[in-house]
């Protein structure tokens, strides 16, 4: 691993096409999250830094080519980011493992697919009707549908998976014609400085693509900008609120993908350890710090015994430690304060009477790092903390239903919606249950999303979606047009 992050410009932020001083010398402090010592120190931006970030992206916008050119000239630019972000994927993962605790196996094998998504929305510049020929019913001969580029694009980036969230805001905004200021996360900085980088490698025309770092009240300047058309958000429920009620207030556009308690649903007729085996081994993904994690498990009453054991059995095998070793199967969580809140919920779950069935504390030989045992608590009861609230961490709810049908009615009982699967041998019951549920993805037999079609939640899992064509339809605003004759210079037309 690289004892220091593998960035060119840390003291400084990329605004208007170049490396600028940034206008205080606050710095923010990356912390190792497997060692707790300083793994790099990057600019803070203030609320002058965000005015020359949001002045670049408008002046680009309002005035400059990017939103002019066609969608085949700028992705030639989106793939050639994509290019360089391939060549930058073993920084890329060394960065994500050391800043978010994820293996360095799993890191690896990630970022070296992050090129996919900008060549995917580089195709959709030949594919996509951008304009489509209706017939007018109220006078005109033509009538053109076309979708024009939202505008200045804020970006704001959470700490667990910077990479891909990068890669499914930043391609499809760019091939809108938007141009994007992107804030990166306090405690994951990296991957917004590679992206950078790449940025400038390619020639990408000035303010187009900006990134900062910032702590929540100078993001929340960017929020309230007026120079800002839309907000792009990944992270908390809890902050996505206040940026809906902010953007509300002013009109401003929002997609909010935000956290989940997702529900895994076992039917009677499933093999319990079959389950037990597949949601355990997809709960230490990232040490759990995933929105759509499993992280409530639901199954009828006479079998839940069975389960919490057979959970248990699984988790009581994982080993913990560094995750760049490659004979380690889950690493630590990324900050201190993330560990803090981890093991505050477990507390909860003890004193609110659910049953601790293994975990519960940091492992005995890690003396440092902000580890977690993998925990499982039985007999939860759905109205509890631990069942409500979304821990970000690998601990497990197991709750027993008096049938299948209150398994649904259960999982369904939350203010969330992001994620769920349902497990059962009959694909007749999993798309029937899986309807029944209200939840953005519904997984069979597994956790299971997949950004190639669509990722987002119902309720207050949030606002929108992201990947496939549904993630470029928010950075994109409709527009009619009603003419007396086709125009040639309409280009591509379809319909």
């Known amino acids: 691993m690289n004892a220091h992050a593998p960035i060119k410009n840390p003291d400084k932020f990329f605004i208007d096409g170049k490396w ?174 590679l992206i950078a980088e790449a940025c400038e490698k390619v020639g990408l025309p000035p303010g187009v693509l900006n990134i900062l770092t910032a702590e929540r009240e100078v993001s929340e300047m960017l929020v309230r900008h007026p120079g800002v058309d839309k907000v792009t958000f990944t992270g908390s429920t809890a902050a996505g609120r206040k940026i809906a009620s902010i953007c509300g207030d002013r009109i401003a556009r929002c997609t909010l993908e935000l956290g989940g308690k997702s529900a895994a649903v076992i039917l009677d007729d499933y093999d319990i350890g079959t389950a037990a085996k597949t949601i355990a081994g997809r709960a230490t993904y990232l040490t759990g710090q995933v929105c759509s994690s499993l992280t409530r498990i639901i199954v009828t009453r006479s079998r839940h015994d069975e389960l919490v054991d057979a959970l248990s059995a699984n988790f009581e095998k994982v080993k913990v430690g560094d995750p760049f070793d490659p004979a380690c199967e889950m690493g630590p969580l990324a900050m201190r304060r993330q560990r803090d809140r981890v093991e505050g919920y477990i507390e909860k779950g003890k004193s609110e009477g659910a049953k601790l069935a293994t975990g519960g504390g940091r492992p005995a030989h890690l003396n440092r790092g902000f580890f977690v045992e993998p925990t499982v608590f039985g007999n939860v009861d759905n109205h509890s903390t631990i069942a409500r609230e979304e821990i970000f961490g690998p601990v497990l709810s197991v709750i027993p239903a008096a049938n299948e049908a209150k398994a649904v009615e259960i999982a369904n009982d939350t203010i969330y919606g992001l994620n769920a699967s349902v497990f059962t041998n009959d694909v007749e019951r999993a798309y029937a249950t899986a309807r029944e549920l209200r939840s953005g993805t519904v997984g069979h037999n597994s956790f299971r999303t997949d950004f190639s079609i669509a990722f987002g939640g119902f309720k207050q899992s949030g606002i929108g979606r992201e990947g496939g064509t549904e993630g470029l339809l928010p950075f994109l605003e409709t527009k009619t047009l009603i003419l007396d004759e086709m125009p040639k210079s309409a280009g591509r037309v379809v319909g």
């Open 20 to 193: 600028t001083k940034p206008s205080s010398t606050k710095k923010i402090d990356v912390i190792n999250s497997a060692t707790e010592e300083l793994y790099a120190s990057v600019a803070e931006a203030q609320e002058a830094d965000i005015n020359r970030a949001v002045e670049a992206a408008r002046k680009a916008f309002d005035r400059g080519p990017w939103p002019r050119m066609s969608h085949t000239e700028r992705a030639k630019y989106i793939r050639a980011i994509g290019a360089e972000l391939a060549e930058k994927a073993e920084d890329a993962a060394d960065i994500w493992t050391t800043e978010s605790g994820l293996l360095h196996s799993v890191a690896k094998s990630r970022t070296t697919t992050i090129s996919s998504v900008y060549d995917y929305y580089a195709d959709l510049a030949d594919t996509y009707p951008f304009q489509e020929r209706h017939t007018p019913k109220a006078g005109g001969n033509v009538g053109l549908l076309v979708r024009e580029p939202v505008g200045v694009v804020a970006a704001i980036i959470p700490w667990n998976g910077p990479p891909g969230l990068i890669a499914h805001k930043c391609a499809p905004a760019l091939l809108a014609g938007c141009t994007i200021i992107v804030k990166a996360s306090p405690e994951a900085p990296g991957a917004a400085y």
